[in-house]
């Protein structure tokens, strides 16, 4: 569910002023993804909002060889329009639930935060988006669980150990009411 009040951003990753990369909401439910590759600037938005307070599954997948930004809502590929420029942030971090510089809050829930090195296809987020996957999936980078319960980090299950530092507190911690299916081959709290 999101607090549709203004924008927020979900995730936000800069490597360098021109290089950066998010997912976000605005305040009409509306999802919109960018990417900026040394000040070339790919950005999508959803022509069709979320729903607000329901568990929504959303993957944005940039495929470079084709230089193609999309978004899935639910598993399913989403009719996009051309979106503008993202305001940029701090170099050299990522941020879950705001830009770098610690505005833009998203005051929804999250759970099960993957980011993988591939783009996955179609078939793979349709099969797997309500459900956990194995920590050691191929291309798998980070996989933020969130359900640690209490305490001020989120661990990553990959072997990467990307551990997420969480700021404000534990007032993030909530049981998870996402239809998630655990697949027994997932090792680690799930």
Known sequence: PANLSAFRRIVFAQKAASTLVNVSINTGGDIYFNVEDVATVYSVFTTSPIAANTWTHVAA????????A??????????T???????????????????????????GMMDELRIWNTARSNADILANYN???????????????????????????????????????????????????????????S
């Open 81 to 107: 329009s051309t979106a503008g420029r993202s305001s940029g942030g701090t170099n050299g971090i990522m941020t879950i639930g705001s830009r770098s510089n610690g505005g833009q809050h998203f005051f």
């Open 131 to 189: 459900q956990t996957v194995s920590p050691s999936s191929p291309g798998l980078e980070t996989y933020y669980k969130m359900d640690e319960g209490t305490g001020l980090t989120t661990a990553d299950a990959t072997a990467n150990a990307n551990t997420g530092t969480l700021l404000n507190g534990t007032s993030w911690v909530v049981p998870s009411t996402a239809p998630i299916v655990l697949l027994s081959s997932c090792t680690g709290p």
């Open 70 to 79: 999309e978004i899935l809502i639910n598993g399913v590929v989403q009719t």
């Open 61 to 68: 997948r940039w495929t470079a060889s084709t230089q193609t």
